[in-house]
């Protein structure tokens, strides 16, 4: 099957990680396989995969992309933020993180994260249980919702931009995402620099917001590094300032403790990999060492 799936600075990811063969790797946000496949071929003849997503949907697809691995992949449903209990005795060679949201949940209207296809308001990339995101927008009081919005978008019309929200909801609940967007764009005025759609700095907050996506981020990273062997190392994608700055202060922090830091300054895609795929354009890796 097609995956339609471009996976973000995969050779600087894999290079970061040194990967070898006969390792045991972890992929903590695996999205449609693609990091972990490679992950998989270059670990070979014997190196195993740990395979962790909260997103139950994407994860039976890359259960499809590994399966010719067989008992060298292993998957589980959960939060990366859970992978210290999950590894029990275990200690990974290297894990990687890939903190954005996946082509999967982005490509599907009905997931509700992009305002390019009208779908539901979900945004939740664990659709088991939790708030929507028409449930904060419907909900959320006014200075919540803006202080929201600002705080995970950065959006400098946060204020305005939740005055008309709650504006709109008076006549009707909010339900699709081409209903905000709208609502947004109106009250944002211009697009940002670059051509951005003023709807976008609202959009990821709100997914940001719905899916915890910063809570206990920087300690979680210090306590999965501490977990790794010796020697071990990790890498960390990220697609946004404020998901960028935990990762950094976190590395920060562990190199006061011995880790060492493998990246001064953050990998970014090459000007080739962005022609070839769009969503690279923001990304930017880290990478750090555990002391042999």
Do not use: C
């Not at 190196?47 to 292993?74: I, K, S, Y």
């Not at 009707?172 to 976008?200: C, F, I, K, N, Q």
């Not at 915890?212 to 999965?224: H, P, Q, V, W």
């Amino acid at each position: 099957m097609g995956y339609g799936h471009l996976p973000v600075l995969l050779e600087p990811a894999l290079e970061a990680l040194a990967v070898r063969p006969g390792g045991f790797y972890v992929d903590g946000t695996v999205g449609l396989g693609g990091h972990a496949a490679e992950l998989l071929r270059r670990s070979a003849p014997s190196g195993t995969l740990l395979g962790v997503d909260r997103d139950a949907e994407t994860l039976a697809r890359a259960g499809e992309r590994l399966g010719e691995f067989g008992p060298r992949a292993r998957l589980l449903h959960a939060d990366w933020r859970d992978l210290p209990a999950l590894l029990g005795e275990e200690r990974p060679h290297g894990v990687l993180l890939d903190l954005g949201v996946s082509s999967a949940q982005l490509d599907n209207a009905e997931r509700g994260f992009s305002f390019r296809g009208d779908g539901p308001l979900d945004m939740r990339m664990d659709r088991s249980g939790g708030a929507t995101a028409a449930d904060v927008v419907n909900r959320l009081p006014e200075d919540e919702l803006a202080d929201l919005i600002y705080r995970y978008g950065e959006e400098r019309a946060s204020r305005r931009i939740a005055r008309a929200i709650v504006k709109a909801r008076q006549k009707a609940h909010l339900r699709t995402t081409g209903e905000l967007a709208g609502v947004v764009r109106s009250a944002a005025g211009r697009p940002r620099g670059g051509g951005l759609d003023p709807a976008t700095l609202t959009f990821q907050a709100l997914r940001i917001y719905v899916n915890r996506e910063l809570d206990g981020l920087g300690e979680a990273l210090a306590a999965i590094a501490r977990r790794l062997a010796p020697g071990g190392r990790m890498a960390v994608i990220a697609f946004h300032s404020l998901e960028d700055r935990e990762v950094k202060n976190a590395f920060r922090d562990l190199a006061r403790e011995g880790f060492a830091l493998l990246t001064r300054k953050p990998a970014r895609p090459s000007g080739e990999e962005v022609a070839r795929n769009p969503r690279a354009r923001s990304a930017r890796l880290r990478a750090l060492e555990r002391a042999a």
